[in-house]
């Protein structure tokens, strides 16, 4: 395996632990929150991460066999892993709802554009891991709910 492979893995493994870890912290803050009537069900938001994940490391990894990856899709990588942590931390560990949402706006708009950085090299990659800024768009609706009814 090349040494951007595993780099590339062990980054996106270090992102979910870590935000699985400040999202634990935060659960039961979490659960006793007043949540919208269309709320997703709570079984779906890991499965939906995992999904995102997977995609990433596949998608980076058969990326790298074919390209190395440019200085702006890493700076962009690296940028959307540490605003996934920060999000995790601010609204989970720390309970800030406003916060929260202004990390996930912004996580959303790099998220957009490093999946338009990946469709330049490879459409399919890009349209696979779009679902990524969908979902931060789904989440970050449900965290101004969150914030509005909290």
Not at 17 to 39: A, C, H, N, R, Y
Not at 51 to 72: D, G, R
Not at 129 to 140: G, Q, V
Request: proline share 3%; hydrophobic share 60%.
């Amino acid at each position: 395996m090349k040494k951007g492979n595993i780099i590339s893995t062990l980054s996106i493994i270090i992102v979910a632990v870590i935000g699985t870890i400040f999202t634990q912290i935060g659960m039961s803050w979490f659960d006793s929150l007043t949540k919208p009537t269309e709320w997703i069900p709570s079984f779906i938001i890991p499965i939906v991460w995992t999904v995102i994940y997977l995609a990433f490391a596949i998608i980076l990894i058969k990326w790298q066999n074919k390209t190395e990856l440019t200085k702006e899709n890493i700076i962009l990588l690296v940028i959307n892993g540490v605003l996934n942590i920060l999000w995790c931390l601010v609204f989970f560990t720390l309970n800030q709802l406003f916060i929260g949402n202004v990390i996930i706006i912004i996580n959303a708009l790099f998220a957009i554009r490093l999946i338009f950085e990946i469709a330049k090299e490879d459409a399919m990659y890009g349209l696979i891991l779009s679902i990524y800024p969908i979902w931060l768009c789904i989440a970050t609706s449900l965290n101004t709910a969150l914030w509005i009814l909290n």
